[in-house]
């Protein structure tokens, strides 16, 4: 990893740079000890992007598994409607045949006062259970529907994000990457150094003394 380079540079080939004297060889190095803290943040901020773009795409995977469910459920809510509404059809298209559409095709067909009463009862009965459960199976698509819909948003949401982290983790390697270069035409400056030149900037610059404090001479009296 760039971060182990860099490191290795820092510790190794360059311990005690920071503090040699100044000169163009000296700046060199000190490029380089800041190119390889940059390299070491760099590297870090891409683990870190890393495991952003990992949680992202986990959640993006939840939120596709999601609206195949929700599909799978509206699908099903479609279909029930559906077929119930062909039976709809066919139990309209019998009643009307049979002449049972309406309260006066009831009076002609009923024989009795008793008769006719039952047949009425009997159709607001089916009719209204019909429409009931009609009524039940469309309520049960509109709400499929929506929560397909919630899912395709979510989902939609999740790759936008995760596409977002994406691109961040592709401009870190990059930088990785270039700052990778720099760090070695940076390193190539210091190997056409003769060895005194690298014993030079590797020596430690000299503590400065502090200066003394003179002491203070006791006051002496004239003898009377």
Same mark, same amino acid.
């Given at each position: 990893?760039?971060?182990?380079?860099?490191?290795?540079?820092?510790? /190794?080939?360059?311990?005690?740079?920071?503090?040699?004297?100044?000169?163009?060889?000296?700046?060199?190095?000190?490029?380089?000890?800041?190119?390889?803290?940059?390299?070491?943040?760099?590297?870090?901020?891409?683990?870190?992007?890393?495991?952003?773009? %990992?949680?992202?795409?986990?959640?993006?995977?939840?939120?596709?598994?999601? +609206?195949?469910? %929700?599909?799978? +459920?509206?699908?099903?809510?479609?279909?029930?409607?559906? #077929?119930?509404?062909?039976?709809?059809?066919?139990?309209?298209?019998?009643?009307?045949?049979?002449? #049972?559409?309406?309260?006066?095709?009831?009076?002609?067909?009923?024989?009795?006062?008793?008769?006719?009463?039952?047949?009425?009862?009997?159709?607001?009965?089916? /009719? /209204?259970?019909?429409?009931?459960?009609? %009524?039940?199976?469309?309520?049960?698509?509109?709400?499929?529907?929506?929560?397909?819909?919630?899912?395709?948003?979510?989902?939609?949401?999740?790759?936008?994000?995760?596409?977002?982290?994406?691109?961040?983790?592709?401009?870190?390697?990059?930088?990785?990457?270039?700052?990778?270069?720099?760090?070695?035409?940076?390193?190539?400056?210091?190997?056409?150094?003769?060895?005194?030149?690298?014993?030079?900037?590797?020596?430690?610059?000299?503590?400065?003394?502090?200066?003394?404090?003179?002491?203070?001479?006791?006051?002496?009296?004239?003898?009377?």
């Amino acid at each position: 990893m760039l971060v182990v380079t860099a490191a290795a540079l820092v510790g /190794g080939v360059f311990t005690g740079a920071q503090t040699a004297t100044a000169d163009p060889n000296n700046d060199a190095v000190k490029k380089l000890n800041e190119l390889s803290r940059q390299a070491e943040a760099t590297s870090e901020a891409a683990n870190t992007a890393k495991i952003d773009l %990992d949680a992202k795409l986990a959640a993006q995977r939840d939120a596709e598994k999601t +609206v195949l469910a %929700d599909e799978a +459920v509206a699908k099903a809510a479609r279909m029930a409607v559906s #077929t119930y509404q062909v039976d709809v059809n066919k139990a309209m298209v019998a009643a009307y045949m049979g002449g #049972t559409t309406s309260g006066y095709g009831a009076v002609l067909t009923s024989n009795s006062p008793q008769n006719l009463i039952d047949q009425l009862s009997v159709q607001r009965t089916v /009719g /209204g259970e019909m429409r009931s459960r009609m %009524d039940s199976y469309r309520a049960a698509q509109t709400s499929a529907d929506e929560a397909e819909q919630r899912s395709r948003d979510a989902a939609e949401a999740a790759r936008v994000a995760a596409e977002q982290a994406k691109n961040v983790r592709a401009s870190l390697q990059a930088k990785q990457s270039q700052l990778q270069v720099q760090i070695a035409v940076v390193k190539s400056q210091y190997n056409t150094l003769s060895p005194g030149q690298r014993a030079q900037l590797a020596a430690p610059a000299p503590v400065p003394r502090r200066p003394r404090r003179s002491r203070a001479r006791p006051a002496t009296h004239p003898s009377r």
